[in-house]
């Protein structure tokens, strides 16, 4: 099969700012159908009630919508932002039906929370105390979700979290395209301000165990993400300037880079090598190039995203694969072979190479699960592909351990973390207040 290229097809430019004015706001509202069985709230993973908040825009009670969402997903600020609204709830509006644009969800949703998540207006508190505690392991959405409910309920809560800025891939893995960093941290000041303390730079398995923490809190959830993109195997890999496409987007949000002059070559087909080549773009990198083994349509990236990659100039080559790291040091190029689909199986054309001139190579072919560290907890059993395995509350097989996130899903969206998080923590609620938790084997 012959390889691909996609040409951009318009100039670069960044996308629209995240929020809306008063009144942009108030005349994208004033398009919705207000749906009585309204598809776009069965489309969101945390049955955000979209036409009631957005009725509250319409007649100017903006903490009313802003509780309506929140109240359902804890982190909507950050949701607004980086979810693929345009699959999810917004793909499902019923205005696409009727051939028109659907409605702007995701920055209606931005609108409504920002004074509350960002600025300074208090809807939430620390309940009651219950005299309970709970640790949670990961500040990432799904350990933020599950603390911040927790805490809104009444429990103690402490995150253990190995970074040493909390947030998890909120905060150093989304492309600051969809999201900046300062914006990300700030959330999680607003679900610190809710009593949840945050230990950073405590790598639990190595600075304490998960029994350390089953000592000393009455519960335990596990919320921890994915691991880095393990090595490709690639002769050549160690030179200077092949990297983690995630720890390229993890500096390009700490400020670390100067893009200016490289030629920058990303390797995979999914949401993260279209962030990574995206944001390459944006950063003022000299060519952006996107290398997939397969087509366009077998790519694992939402389209939207892909057509963005294409509107800011990244080039996609297609029906390649690569086969070793050229350069001497420094990485010059990668020397990939074609590929073509025979018998319905994806096999290579041995000595049909090219090579794709770069400066940096970036792997995003997937991320690691954290199996090491899974299978150290006691009684807490995974799956053949490593993930947790949960029963519908989220709790393990050792009763006093629930878990969430992507170390059970495997890798969603941040939403479907924040969902685990929020079901997780009403689960242990009900535990930790039952008649007879005294005698829970907990």
């Not at 990668?334 to 018998?343: H, I, K, Q």
Request: aromatic residues 4%; negative net charge; glycine residues 12%.
């Amino acid at each position: 099969m012959t390889s691909t290229i996609h040409r951009p097809v318009s100039a670069p430019g960044l996308e629209p700012s995240a929020t809306m004015s008063r009144d942009e706001a108030l005349v994208e509202a004033h398009r919705c159908l207000m749906c009585w069985d309204a598809p776009c709230i069965r489309a969101c993973p945390t049955d955000i009630n979209v036409p009631k908040f957005i009725k509250m825009i319409t007649t100017g009670d903006l903490v009313g919508s802003a509780r309506t969402i929140l109240d359902a997903n804890i982190l909507g600020g950050s949701c607004a932002r980086v979810c693929p609204t345009e699959v999810l709830c917004a793909g499902a509006c019923v205005l696409n039906d009727l051939h028109e644009r659907p409605i702007d969800i995701g920055r209606l949703q931005a609108f409504s929370t920002d004074d509350v998540v960002f600025g300074d207006v208090d809807l939430y508190h620390a309940g009651e105390a219950s005299g309970r505690s709970v640790g949670i392991v990961g500040a990432g959405p799904a350990g933020l979700s599950c603390g911040a409910e927790l805490a809104i309920l009444g429990h103690d809560v402490v995150i253990y979290d190995a970074a040493d800025e909390p947030g998890g891939l909120n905060t150093h893995g989304v492309a600051n395209y969809k999201m900046d960093k300062p914006t990300a941290l700030l959330e999680v000041e607003f679900i610190k301000r809710l009593g949840v303390e945050i230990r950073s730079n405590i790598a639990v398995g190595t600075d304490v165990t998960v029994d350390d923490l089953l000592s000393t809190h009455d519960a335990v959830f596990v919320g921890v993400g994915l691991g880095p993109v393990p090595a490709l195997g690639l002769e050549g890999e160690g030179r200077m300037g092949s990297a983690d496409a995630l720890e390229f987007i993890a500096d390009i949000r700490s400020g670390g880079l100067d893009l200016s002059g490289e030629r920058i070559v990303v390797i995979g087909g999914g949401n993260t090598a279209i962030d990574a080549v995206t944001q390459a773009a944006m950063s003022g990198a000299q060519r952006v190039t996107l290398v997939y083994r397969r087509g366009r349509d077998a790519m694992g990236a939402y389209p939207h995203d892909i057509e963005r990659a294409l509107n800011v100039g990244v080039e996609f080559i297609h029906w390649m694969t690569p086969v070793r790291i050229v350069g001497d040091g420094a990485v010059t190029a990668l020397a990939c072979e074609r590929t073509e689909m025979f018998d319905g199986r994806l096999v290579t054309t041995e000595g049909d190479e090219i090579e794709i001139p770069a400066t940096m190579i970036l792997r995003a072919t997937g991320q690691a699960k954290r199996t090491s560290f899974l299978g150290t907890l006691d009684g807490v059993t995974t799956d053949e592909a490593g993930r947790v395995v949960v029963d519908g509350d989220f709790r393990t097989e050792n009763p006093g351990i629930w878990a969430g996130g992507d170390c059970v899903n495997g890798g969603m969206e941040v939403v479907n973390a924040v969902a685990h998080g929020k079901a997780a923590a009403a689960s242990i609620d009900r535990v930790l207040r039952s008649v007879d938790a005294e005698s829970e084997d907990i």
